[in-house]
């Protein structure tokens, strides 16, 4: 007798009644199967559109940093106003400063501008740049020489 594929006519009613059981549970544990990989498949889809998304938006926010960049560079009042719009820098004083420390992809000479003007956030600003900078344990001539290029912010030199 072949387990696998039993013979019906060689089952009792009871057997016959337990195949039947099982196969029912075997057909529902299929659709259930399948349930699962629909929604796997699904879940994916979804993962695949929201990194695509993603994707787009820091591609979008990408293209305006270098936009705000190029801004910045020609015009650094215009250049603040316009990462502060689009939101890619708060108005908060630190944040600009902080911001213009880094400097990733300004021109030094156009940040030197922006800390130069005399116009009260500009000076606070400027006052919050020079924070940024660590001077303890630094001789004078040290401290000058502190940020690469010091001298082309407009600072002397």
């Given at each position: 007798m072949d387990l696998c594929h039993p013979d019906p006519a060689?089952?009792?009613?009871?057997?016959?009644?337990?195949?039947?059981?099982?196969?029912?549970?075997?057909?529902?544990?299929?659709?259930d199967i399948q349930k699962l990989k629909d929604e796997i498949a699904d879940v994916f889809a979804q993962i695949d559109c929201f990194e695509s998304a993603e994707e787009s938006r820091m591609a979008q926010k990408e293209k305006e940093l270098c936009t705000g960049r190029k801004k910045f560079n020609?015009?650094?009042?215009?250049?603040?106003?316009?990462?502060?719009?689009?939101?890619?820098?708060?108005?908060?004083?630190?944040?600009?400063?902080?911001?213009?420390?880094?400097?990733?992809?300004l021109n030094k000479t156009a940040i030197g501008t922006y800390l130069g003007e005399r116009d009260p956030v500009?000076?606070?600003?400027?006052?919050?740049?020079?924070?940024?900078?660590?001077?303890?344990?630094?001789?004078?001539?040290?401290?000058?020489?502190?940020?690469?290029?010091?001298?082309?912010?407009?600072?002397?030199?």
């Amino acid at each position: 007798m072949d387990l696998c594929h039993p013979d019906p006519a060689e089952l009792s009613s009871g057997e016959t009644e337990e195949l039947q059981r099982i196969k029912w549970h075997r057909k529902q544990l299929l659709e259930d199967i399948q349930k699962l990989k629909d929604e796997i498949a699904d879940v994916f889809a979804q993962i695949d559109c929201f990194e695509s998304a993603e994707e787009s938006r820091m591609a979008q926010k990408e293209k305006e940093l270098c936009t705000g960049r190029k801004k910045f560079n020609m015009d650094p009042a215009k250049g603040i106003q316009y990462f502060i719009e689009h939101k890619l820098l708060t108005p908060d004083i630190q944040d600009i400063a902080r911001f213009l420390y880094k400097g990733e992809g300004l021109n030094k000479t156009a940040i030197g501008t922006y800390l130069g003007e005399r116009d009260p956030v500009n000076l606070q600003v400027l006052q919050a740049f020079v924070d940024c900078h660590e001077f303890a344990n630094l001789n004078l001539v040290q401290a000058l020489r502190f940020r690469e290029g010091a001298s082309d912010l407009g600072f002397g030199g």
